[in-house]
């Protein structure tokens, strides 16, 4: 393994030369030093297969902002995600889709499945909690379960992923997997796979709400003893008034 030392989330370089034919970029830049490497994969894109997929990704991309050829260009988005994913499907020519969500947002499932196929497309559907096996199968304790002395289903991405490759689906989606669970999805799904919405128990599944108030009401994820089992303690609320 080697030590990359790219940084492009702190490049301070206004005018930069990933997106500028004329720009300039730090001494860590990946796009100046990296070119044995972006070599290797722009001829990945030579395949066939993934130059049409990625082709399609950019049309995609492309229309979804109006008054393209104005000047000077100012951005007008158009198209929410929803309304992406059936575009790009349809461009892509799928038929099959395959839906690997959450227990926790069974019915965000249901209306997104629902969607799908009011526009042609048949859904497979896995639920995390595929097999109903339960969480002592992978060494969980009594006391780490969400409700502790029930029963508890162990989340099962390694099914709906294999499920999912079975039913030979053309493009699959994720729908709020837990972090964690969402990475065993992708490691063992054999399709192309995209990403509808990742769970966020707190802000109704919009995690960069966070990051947009990092500065003001969740301060506390910047703090250093973030998350430490003394901060914990204190923001726990007690059993008797938490009825």
């Known amino acids: 393994m080697e030590d990359v030392g790219c940084n492009c989330a702190k490049c301070a370089v206004v005018e930069k030369i990933c997106r500028l034919e004329k720009g300039r970029g730090p001494s860590s830049c990946p796009t ?43 951005m007008i988005p158009t198209k929410s995600r929803i309304e992406e994913l059936i575009e790009f499907s349809q461009r892509m020519g799928y038929k099959k889709l395959g839906l690997a969500f959450c227990g926790g947002l069974t019915l965000e499932a249901s209306i997104l499945s629902e969607i799908l196929e009011k526009h042609g497309f048949e859904v497979i559907s896995v639920s995390c909690k595929v097999g109903g096996i339960p ?3 992978i060494g969980i304790k009594d006391e780490e379960k969400i409700q502790i002395g029930k029963f508890e289903p162990m989340c099962n991405p ?18 709020g997997l837990c972090i964690g669970h969402d990475s065993l999805f992708l490691k063992f799904v054999e399709g192309l796979t995209t990403v509808f919405a990742v769970k966020d128990r707190v802000t109704g599944h919009n995690p960069v709400a966070a990051l947009y108030t990092s500065r003001s009401y969740y301060q506390r994820v910047m703090k250093l003893e973030f998350g430490s089992p003394e901060e914990m303690k204190g923001r726990l609320i007690p059993e008797e008034n938490g009825k």
Not at 158 to 175: P, S, V, Y
Request: glycine share 4%; proline share 5%.
């Open 32 to 74: 100046k030093k990296e070119g044995p490497t972006l070599t290797e994969a722009l001829s990945r894109y030579d395949d066939p297969e993934i130059k049409e997929f990625a082709r399609m990704a950019s049309v995609q991309e492309g229309s979804c902002y109006a008054q393209r050829d104005a000047k000077p260009f100012v």
């Open 135 to 137: 969480k002592e199968r």
């Open 158 to 175: 390694i099914a709906q992923a294999k499920i999912l490759n079975r039913a030979g689906t053309d493009f699959n989606i994720m729908l």
